[in-house]
């Protein structure tokens, strides 16, 4: 059973897509570069600082409804069934 | 009180409301902190809605480039601290609810005791250090606390009962880069105070069943709204004992 991802915003306008179904990934880091093979470019750039060295500090990653710390929550290991949602932080009032 | 009857009769014959809830919002303290774009419309629906007493916090002043979204102060408001823009347009609005204005800046020291009373504390807050403060005074006094947040076209909502759902930094557990300009539509800020209000009357009257364990993601662009289901972190530093 593949693990359910859903993007919201910026995330969802680098991927074209509102949620992914996909399979193989062992944790929030090994997914995150499944999904930069899959989508490319726009979505690295989202996803990390220039040269790729680390996660920008305006990615929220919950994984079944918890916050993973980014970057050090980057091993939160994924089984099946899990449900990953990637947004932005949205600070306004 | 028959021209309360008056007032409220629209909400009053809502099934499931009645005369029971109006007096119980009536007799609830609501804090809105903030008056900006999202502190604006909370508390004037609120006020509209017959909340029996509301405090309304911000220590900043009116500036021009408010005005896109923060309704309550109008064009000769600028310059004026928002609290006394604020309580003038609340209190023609509707007399019969007391309002108290503090024209403070929430700090680690004050929070406490700038909630003390509140049945309810509403999130009209731009950065996340004040809100993290707010949640965790809240959680401390076993508060319910109503988040939003707006930014362009979109926002996101929960609401914060203390025990009952995850709180704040369950969610959002770090602290997003402060801005200090962001983009946004006067209408997003609309949409997510005035579900902000929503929420505080819900929790209020014990009707419907509030964002708790849920965020609400909207995107006005698209025009869709989007729940996510949200989990308590056992382990999360603010309401991890409680």
Known sequence: MPITVKFFYNFREATGKDRIEIAGTKDVRSLLNKLVERFGQKLAEQLYEPEREKLRNTVNILVNGHGIMTPHGLGTRLNDGDVVAIFPPVCGG | ????????????????????????????????????????????????????????????????????????????????????????????????????AKLKKITPKNADGLLRGADVVVDGMDN???????????????????????????????????????????????????????????????????????????????IGRPLVGRILFFDGESANFEEIEVRRNPNCPVCGGV
Request: glycine share 10%; hydrophobic share 40%.
């Open chain 2, 128 to 206: 996340y250090r004040t809100r993290y403060l707010l949640n965790e005074a809240c959680v401390r006094a076993g508060r319910p606390f109503v988040h939003g947040a707006v930014e362009g076209f979109v926002g996101q909502l929960t609401t914060i009962v203390p025990g009952k759902g995850p709180c704040l930094r369950c969610i959002i557990p770090k602290e997003p880069p402060r801005k200090s300009v962001f983009p946004v539509l006067g209408t997003t800020a609309g949409v997510v105070g005035c579900l902000q209000a929503m929420e505080t009357i819900k929790l209020l009257t014990g």
């Open chain 2, 1 to 100: 009180m028959p021209s309360e009857f008056e007032r409220y009769s629209r909400q009053m014959i809502i099934r499931g409301f009645g005369e029971a809830g109006q007096r119980k919002l009536k007799a609830a303290h609501v804090i809105v902190a903030g008056l900006g774009g999202l502190g604006s419309p909370t508390s004037m629906y609120l006020v509209a809605a017959g909340v029996g007493h509301l405090t309304i916090i911000d220590a900043q002043r009116v500036e021009l480039n408010n005005l896109n979204r923060q309704v309550l102060h109008w064009h000769l408001d600028v310059k004026r601290s928002k609290v006394r823009s604020a309580i003038e347009k609340l209190q023609a609005m509707n007399p019969s609810v007391e309002i108290d």
